[in-house]
């Protein structure tokens, strides 16, 4: 065989090979504007007026306008994202405050049983919220916490402790063992072991874990439902009175639900790269 | 010492998941139906032998696993169809992620407004609309096809959680492997089936097992799109739903709390499978990375 006849199909295979890149590359990207596809059409629809959001067919050109946001913000979603901002917000901070010494006593000092105290944590993430509804609404009842913002800072707490401690235990244990080794033999303690070892490595890790914690709290419809309905509602349960009182004016209703959306779709953007990490738990990469 | 840090965190935990708990189990040895006065009383068993006899329970039972399972083994089939695209250099590929990404970040009682009102309608809706070309016209597609139509949103819900966990175990492959069968004269479905799919099938356990944790939740979805049924009957009332029914429609405060024991023991039962799963899945994971 000679060297012209061994490169020729080789050329040939590439070519071929390319086409068909291409083709899988268009069907990609016709697989992601599908599947995209109702998170634009909310937003397209949000910009409509109510007389181009009913037609049939849907209307594609049509003369784009704000009133719509306007008219949510009018119609009382301001008090909703200020509790939503603040229940988030909150809850986050104390998931962090909770879930830093705990992994660090998971991953770098590792105490006895470690392993059984880790899965203890995401055992508690398989109970059914539904069990406790019952329960938590009596005890908040009792002592004053129905339509009070804490209440829910209390619960997602709970709900994102787990999925903190596992994150974060994960980023800790990319600390590498020499950097501790040496910060121990410079006899720095354990401040300047916190502070100049571990904290300048993790710091991306637990930024990706608020953010991720942030998008579970923003979204959270249930405990919301039953523990805030009345005085103090978060945006899914603003979103859904929406629904109740207004579902006809599509218009209105995706824009609502565009503004309670982009929060977190920013956040999850941003996040992107972690959000497999956090996710499975610190698991994946 | 050691322990010191670890110990807020565990009491946390222990406080917020066992005290509810307790209440709970109180709660269910009683009669308590907040319409009944009097009814606040110590009965037994009684209650739990009500949600035993009680049909709708049982086709909770089926209705969670039907809606759990679909959704996961769908998602799972789609979520891996598209990790194997994505798993290409392509351009625009960091935008195509980006977008197929976000039906996980949207809100989903926002996602279940949406499709109930701009995807489903049987006359404005984009449904309608995409399948009026092939006859199909006016289908009242909730009302007619509960389970299909929540388990389409949940579908699409829930597609990037497991294409990104795919993609993250086709990253992780290694490329020698792949060399080796190619040098060997094996065609792409020839290694997929005898390299990848063997090296994925661990990661697409770890998808389906967390996914299951969560859709084994499913709330809102329901509350919005379905109440429970489509309008009529109990197609979609999952167990969550039906105790919700329970509780805060039939104001049964002590049937809900025995229904709910009821499911935390055999949630318990399946955890404790899923986590002896996992447990070797994460170990092995962690072994990989």
């Given at each position: 065989?000679?060297?012209?006849?061994?490169?020729?199909?080789?050329?040939?295979?590439?070519?071929?090979?390319?086409?068909?890149?291409?083709?899988?590359?268009?069907?990609?990207?016709?697989?992601?504007?599908?599947?995209?596809?109702?998170?634009?059409?909310?937003?397209?629809?949000?910009?409509?007026?109510?007389?181009?959001?009913?037609?049939?067919?849907?209307?594609?050109?049509?003369?784009?306008?704000?009133?719509?946001?306007?008219?949510?913000?009018?119609?009382?979603?301001?008090?909703?994202?200020?509790?939503?901002?603040?229940?988030?917000?909150?809850?986050?901070?104390?998931?962090?405050a909770l879930a830093l010494p705990a992994a660090y006593a998971l991953a770098i000092r590792p105490v006895k049983r470690w392993r059984d105290t880790l899965f203890f944590f995401?055992?508690?993430?398989?109970?059914?919220?539904?069990?406790?509804?019952?329960?938590?609404?009596?005890?908040?009842?009792?002592?004053?916490?129905?339509?009070?913002?804490?209440?829910?800072?209390?619960?997602?707490?709970?709900?994102?402790l787990p999925?903190a401690v596992w994150?974060i235990r994960s980023f800790f244990l990319e600390v590498?063992r020499?950097l501790l080794e040496?910060a121990r033999i410079?006899g720095g303690g354990l401040r300047v072991e916190l502070t100049?070892v571990i904290m300048?490595?993790v710091?991306?890790?637990?930024?990706?874990?608020?953010?991720?914690?942030?998008?579970?709290?923003?979204?959270?419809?249930?405990?919301?439902?039953?523990?805030?309905?009345?005085?103090?509602?978060?945006?899914?349960?603003?979103?859904?009175?929406?629904?109740?009182?207004?579902?006809?004016?599509?218009?209105?209703?995706?824009?609502?639900?565009?503004?309670?959306?982009?929060?977190?779709?920013?956040?999850?953007?941003?996040?992107?790269?972690?959000?497999?990490?956090?996710?499975?738990?610190?698991?994946?990469? | 010492m050691r322990r010191a840090p670890l110990l807020p965190a565990l009491i946390y935990m222990i406080?917020?998941?066992?005290?509810?708990?307790?209440?709970?189990?109180?709660?269910?040895?009683?009669?308590?139906?907040?319409?009944?006065?009097?009814?606040?009383?110590?009965?037994?068993?009684?209650?739990?032998?009500?949600?035993?006899?009680?049909?709708?329970?049982?086709?909770?039972?089926?209705?969670?696993?039907?809606?759990?399972?679909?959704?996961?083994?769908?998602?799972?089939?789609?979520?891996?169809?598209?990790?194997?695209?994505?798993?290409?250099?392509?351009?625009?590929?960091?935008?195509?992620?980006?977008?197929?990404?976000?039906?996980?970040?949207?809100?989903?009682?926002?996602?279940?407004?949406?499709?109930?009102?701009?995807?489903?309608?049987?006359?404005?809706?984009?449904?309608?609309?995409?399948?009026?070309?092939?006859?199909?016209?006016?289908?009242?597609?909730?009302?007619?096809?509960?389970?299909?139509?929540?388990?389409?949103?949940?579908?699409?819900?829930?597609?990037?959680?497991?294409?990104?966990?795919?993609?993250?175990?086709?990253?992780?492959?290694?490329?020698?492997?792949?060399?080796?069968?190619?040098?060997?004269?094996?065609?792409?479905?020839?290694?997929?089936?005898?390299?990848?799919?063997?090296?994925?099938?661990?990661?697409?356990?770890?998808?389906?097992?967390?996914?299951?944790?969560?859709?084994?939740?499913?709330?809102?979805?329901?509350?919005?799109?379905?109440?429970?049924?489509?309008?009529?009957?109990?197609?979609?009332?999952?167990?969550?739903?039906?105790?919700?029914?329970?509780?805060?429609?039939?104001?049964?405060?002590?049937?809900?709390?025995?229904?709910?024991?009821?499911?935390?023991?055999?949630?318990?039962?399946?955890?404790?499978?899923?986590?002896?799963?996992?447990?070797?899945?994460?170990?092995?994971?962690?072994?990989?990375?």
């Open positions: 065989m000679t060297v012209r006849e061994l490169h020729a199909p080789r050329r040939f295979r590439i070519t071929r090979h390319r086409a068909n890149g291409a083709f899988w590359s268009a069907i990609t990207w016709l697989l992601a504007i599908i599947l995209f596809f109702p998170v634009l059409w909310m937003v397209i629809t949000s910009f409509k007026s109510e007389g181009s959001a009913y037609t049939d067919p849907p209307k594609i050109v049509f003369h784009p306008t704000l009133t719509q946001f306007s008219q949510v913000f009018s119609s009382g979603a301001g008090p909703p994202f200020l509790h939503s901002v603040f229940v988030s917000l909150v809850s986050v901070l104390l998931v962090l995401l055992s508690t993430k398989m109970l059914p919220y539904v069990a406790a509804i019952v329960p938590i609404y009596i005890i908040a009842l009792h002592v004053g916490l129905l339509d009070n913002d804490w209440a829910l800072v209390i619960l997602y707490t709970g709900f994102n999925l994150m590498p020499e040496a410079d100049k300048p490595i710091a991306p890790g637990l930024a990706a874990t608020a953010l991720i914690c942030v998008i579970f709290t923003w979204n959270e419809f249930f405990f919301a439902y039953f523990l805030t309905a009345t005085k103090g509602p978060t945006v899914p349960i603003f979103l859904v009175s929406f629904l109740q009182s207004e579902g006809q004016y599509w218009a209105r209703l995706s824009a609502a639900a565009t503004a309670a959306c982009l929060p977190v779709i920013l956040a999850g953007w941003i996040a992107q790269k972690q959000l497999v990490r956090g996710l499975s738990l610190g698991a994946l990469k | 406080v917020v998941t066992q005290i509810p708990f307790v209440v709970t189990l109180w709660y269910s040895f009683r009669g308590w139906n907040t319409l009944t006065p009097g009814s606040n009383r110590w009965v037994g068993l009684k209650e739990y032998q009500l949600v035993f006899t009680d049909p709708v329970f049982r086709s909770a039972i089926i209705n969670t696993v039907v809606i759990t399972g679909s959704a996961v083994i769908l998602s799972m089939l789609l979520g891996t169809a598209l990790a194997i695209l994505l798993n290409r250099k392509f351009f625009g590929r960091g935008v195509v992620r980006t977008l197929l990404i976000t039906p996980f970040l949207v809100m989903p009682v926002a996602t279940a407004l949406l499709y109930k009102t701009t995807v489903y309608d049987p006359i404005f809706g984009l449904l309608d609309w995409i399948l009026s070309p092939f006859g199909v016209h006016h289908v009242n597609w909730i009302g007619s096809y509960a389970t299909p139509s929540l388990i389409a949103v949940l579908v699409w819900e829930w597609t990037p959680f497991m294409m990104l966990i795919v993609l993250a175990g086709l990253q992780g492959e290694s490329l020698e492997s792949l060399e080796a069968a190619r040098v060997d004269g094996a065609n792409s479905v020839q290694t997929f089936l005898a390299i990848t799919f063997p090296h994925l099938r661990r990661y697409i356990e770890l998808g389906m097992l967390l996914g299951s944790i969560y859709l084994l939740q499913t709330f809102g979805e329901i509350f919005v799109l379905t109440q429970g049924g489509g309008g009529h009957g109990t197609a979609t009332t999952n167990l969550p739903y039906y105790i919700y029914e329970l509780a805060f429609q039939q104001f049964n405060v002590s049937e809900a709390a025995a229904a709910g024991v009821i499911v935390v023991i055999g949630t318990e039962i399946v955890a404790t499978i899923a986590l002896r799963l996992l447990s070797g899945l994460f170990a092995a994971a962690e072994g990989m990375s």
